[in-house]
């Protein structure tokens, strides 16, 4: 196993940037949402761009948090969200990375990011990025090893003008064994739906970042969640999913793991 990730420690979380939800969670699982919020601090003037904008995949994860709420109470799992809009800086992105804080996303311009000079950029990490990573860090070093990460997040259902007909994806990287797992018990569940690996996006992308720095240094199963977002688009659709996705995720653990998986909460979801 591989050492714990770097200055997990060295920045403190904030109230401001990073929400932790049933931090006591007994269950074997931690849930990450990196763009669970789309607020934008007051200093940064909305970066320049329009309410709507604001309200699109462009700014954050529509309906994420919702259905990464379900699933902590279904599997009694930490929860760890952003706070900071991801057009602030990305927390699913490495440190100073150009996709960190994008001067356009998609189709959209987006002006309080050009020309952000290398301190600018560090100013937006130690802003957004570092409360979070080091908040997600010491929740899943408090779980131990027999815990798995689990990051969830929504994606937009026309991209570039093209639809988009996968409806769940199930991201991995180097680590497959939740993934491969979690793949054959939704199909189960859930046959007919667009169930896909590794899409609409993948390691090639760039998107698999907290499960590299989180859970292969640790050695945890770990598994990345993107649900299209006109799918949990209200209340009872954010429910269904994640019921289907905390029943799948119990049964996958427990075909990877001996930890026993308790299975009450979800009998009655």
């Given at each position: 196993?591989?050492?714990?990730?770097?200055?997990?420690?060295?920045?403190?979380a904030?109230?401001?940037?990073v929400?932790?939800v049933?931090a006591?969670?007994?269950?074997?699982?931690?849930?990450?949402?990196?763009?669970a919020?789309n607020n934008?601090?007051?200093?940064f003037?909305?970066l320049?761009?329009?309410?709507?904008?604001?309200?699109s995949?462009a700014?954050?994860?529509?309906?994420?948090?919702?259905?990464?709420?379900h699933l902590?109470a279904?599997?009694d799992?930490p929860l760890?969200a952003?706070?900071?809009?991801?057009?602030v800086?990305?927390?699913n992105?490495?440190?100073m990375?150009?996709?960190?804080?994008?001067?356009k996303?998609?189709?959209?311009?987006?002006?309080?990011?050009?020309?952000?000079t290398a301190?600018?950029?560090?100013?937006r990490a130690e802003?957004?990025y570092?409360?979070?990573?080091?908040?997600l860090?010491?929740?899943?070093?408090?779980?131990?090893?027999d815990v798995?990460l689990?990051?969830v997040h929504s994606?937009?259902?026309?991209?570039f003008?093209?639809p988009?007909e996968v409806?769940?994806g199930?991201?991995?990287?180097?680590?497959a064994r939740?993934?491969?797992a979690l793949?054959?018990?939704?199909a189960m569940?859930?046959?007919?739906?667009r169930?896909?690996?590794?899409?609409?996006?993948?390691?090639?992308?760039?998107?698999?970042h907290?499960?590299?720095d989180?859970?292969?240094?640790r050695?945890?199963?770990?598994?990345?969640?993107?649900?299209?977002?006109?799918?949990?688009a209200?209340?009872?659709?954010?429910?269904?999913?994640?019921?289907?996705?905390a029943?799948?995720?119990?049964?996958?653990?427990?075909a990877?793991?001996p930890?026993?998986v308790a299975?009450?909460?979800?009998?009655?979801a």
């Open positions: 196993m591989r050492n714990a990730p770097a200055d997990a420690g060295a920045h403190p904030s109230d401001e940037a929400e932790i049933n006591g969670g007994k269950g074997p699982f931690v849930i990450a949402c990196e763009h919020s934008i601090p007051a200093e003037a909305a320049g761009v329009s309410a709507d904008v604001l309200q995949h700014a954050w994860d529509p309906g994420a948090r919702a259905v990464a709420l902590s279904m599997l799992a760890v952003s706070r900071i809009s991801r057009l800086y990305d927390c992105r490495p440190p990375s150009d996709g960190a804080t994008p001067a996303s998609e189709i959209h311009a987006i002006p309080g990011n050009a020309g952000l301190t600018q950029k560090r100013r802003l957004a570092f409360p979070f990573r080091s908040a860090s010491r929740v899943l070093s408090s779980k131990g090893r798995a689990v990051t994606f937009t259902p026309v991209w003008g093209k988009r409806e769940i199930v991201l991995h990287d180097a680590d939740l993934a491969d793949l054959a018990e939704i569940r859930a046959p007919g739906r169930i896909e690996r590794n899409e609409p996006y993948g390691p090639t992308d760039g998107v698999t907290t499960l590299i989180q859970a292969l240094p050695g945890l199963p770990n598994v990345m969640l993107e649900i299209r977002n006109d799918l949990i209200d209340a009872a659709s954010q429910q269904a999913h994640a019921t289907l996705l029943q799948a995720l119990q049964a996958a653990m427990s990877l793991s930890v026993p299975v009450e909460r979800l009998a009655h």
